[in-house]
């Protein structure tokens, strides 16, 4: 009887431990599964334009042909949005507050990085030659590796900003790879710690459709152009809203995953041109009426905010990506996240 009883256990054992072993096998298998590059492409477009912000919030640099990293776009020492600005506090400072930030261009040559703006000197400084204490700022309320770009740059950022000579300072991020943990609504879609980049809101890319922006446009007065929404990757040639489908994305040989739609704020407001937002908010009102993610499950994390992109993350080695590049998507297409119809 006790040699029975002791089978019994040691059989139920087994039983328990083989149906634990299928159980993370399966789950093992299936995340694999949808980790892994479709075997199956079909072509949608092609890269139209391709773009690069060396400082967060700051214009925009427009490139032929960059290497795609985890971190980010990336062509010796211009990388994309590695530079920042900064209040007194650590705290990251945007166009959304300031608007007059986008009035500033950067640019830069070798290690030299050059700032511009509408009735300020041009101010130079050399990113090779930064030295001091790193130390951390704060981006959405996460921590973040940063080095100070030292007064000249500060002083200039203020004043032009302020009118004063300190309330801003520029830090740069010293570190090759993404250190930042995943922001709360990253984590209900497919974004990793790889996907975080240095700076940028969410993601290391982003990729917008020209058709998307077509049609918002016949939908608005004063019509906008798809750099509005600060893209790195533009595409021409597919359905409007058809990204929203998309869930593997080839761009030459760099295969991209897309982890989440972008959702879109006050920022798209602002003429980059004039450093002013638009006096009806568009074209963000009108976003708001056609393209709100309706999910449940997402709802509660973004709101009333607006889609309009995609996130990626890279999933294949560094590799050189081109405007005329051709754009693949994965067969078959995933499940789109549900968003409210036109």
Request: net charge positive.
């Amino acid at each position: 009887m006790i040699l029975d009883r002791t089978r019994l256990t040691y059989v139920s054992a087994a039983v328990v431990g083989a149906g634990t072993v299928v159980v993370f096998f399966w789950w093992w298998w299936t995340k694999r599964q949808k980790d892994r590059p479709p075997s199956e492409w079909r072509k949608v477009g092609e890269l139209s334009d391709l773009f690069v912000y060396p400082v967060k919030s700051l214009g925009v640099v427009r490139v032929n042909s960059m290497e795609c990293t985890k971190l980010g776009l990336k062509s010796g020492w211009l990388r994309d949005r590695t530079l920042m600005v900064i209040d007194l506090n650590g705290h990251f400072v945007t166009a959304r507050q300031w608007p007059k930030m986008v009035q500033v261009i950067p640019s830069i040559s070798g290690s030299i990085l050059t700032l511009s703006a509408p009735g300020m000197m041009s101010t130079s400084i050399d990113l090779s030659q930064l030295q001091g204490k790193g130390f951390r700022v704060a981006v959405w309320g996460q921590p973040v590796s940063a080095c100070d770009c030292g007064e000249e740059s500060a002083r200039w950022l203020s004043r032009f900003l302020l009118q004063e000579d300190t309330g801003f300072r520029l830090v740069y991020y010293p570190l090759d790879y993404p250190t930042r943990e995943i922001r709360t609504r990253g984590k209900i879609f497919s974004v990793t710690n790889d996907d975080t980049g240095a700076y940028p809101d969410s993601t290391s890319y982003c990729l917008i459709n020209e058709s998307s922006v077509t049609d918002l446009n016949s939908r608005l007065e004063d019509p906008v152009a798809p750099d509005q929404f600060r893209p790195n990757f533009v595409v021409k040639g597919a359905s409007p809203y058809e990204e929203d489908t998309w869930g593997w994305i080839k761009i030459g040989d760099n295969i991209f995953k897309s982890v989440m739609p972008c959702t879109r704020c006050i920022l798209t407001t602002v003429d980059f041109e004039t450093g002013t937002k638009h006096p009806r908010a568009e074209p963000l009102k009108t976003l708001k009426s056609y393209r709100q993610i309706m999910d449940p499950d997402v709802r509660p994390l973004v709101g009333e905010s607006p889609v309009m992109g995609i996130h990626l993350g890279l999933r294949s080695p560094n590799g050189t990506i081109r405007i005329g590049d051709p754009v693949y998507v994965g067969v078959p297409k995933e499940q789109p996240i549900l968003i409210s119809p036109p």
